[in-house]
């Protein structure tokens, strides 16, 4: 809950007490304040003991920390381990062979020789399960030079505008 408060908040909460309380009432009231937190914590603990004991030794091993939804689906579903799959996906894209695609497109180079340099050094980066390089791009037409200004292509007409329809 307080995980996300920074040096500077901390700071402006301590002289915002100061201003409020007083310096003279400051520290009656830390010492009222952390005796009530210490209060809380003892009464959470011995309820979380309570709780333990009447579930029997079976529950030997259940945390209060399980019963967050997004640690009991982390733990129940995904096992901590796997992350549904998302490692395998992962180590299967290359991010540096895409930026080298990238970059010979736009360069004008063709991307088949680079291609080829890039799956010899990354392994089966870009190989598909059946043992074959999966690529997006066509083999047989030229990369289009994306530096050069393409020809205006023809716009069709527009329709009238009429100011009174609107």
Known sequence: ????????????????????????K?????????RTVRKIREFSDS????IRTELGPQFKDFEFEDLN?????RK??????DDL????????????????????AVNG??????DTATGATNGSAGASSDGSSASLTKTGDPAPDLLKKTPAQTQPERPPFDADAT
């Open 26 to 34: 400051l520290p009656k009231l830390i010492q009222d304040l952390t």
């Open 85 to 104: 799959g998302l490692k395998e996906i992962r180590e299967s894209f290359d991010l540096r062979k895409e930026m080298a695609d990238v970059t010979d």
């Open 47 to 50: 309820a979380k003991e309570d």
């Open 109 to 114: 180079r063709t991307p088949a020789a680079s």
């Open 69 to 73: 939804p997004k640690t009991f689906v």
């Open 76 to 81: 129940q579903l995904m096992d901590g381990n």
């Open 1 to 24: 809950m307080f995980n996300d408060i920074g040096a500077l908040e901390l700071l402006t909460l301590g002289v915002l007490a100061v201003l409020v309380f007083g310096p003279d």
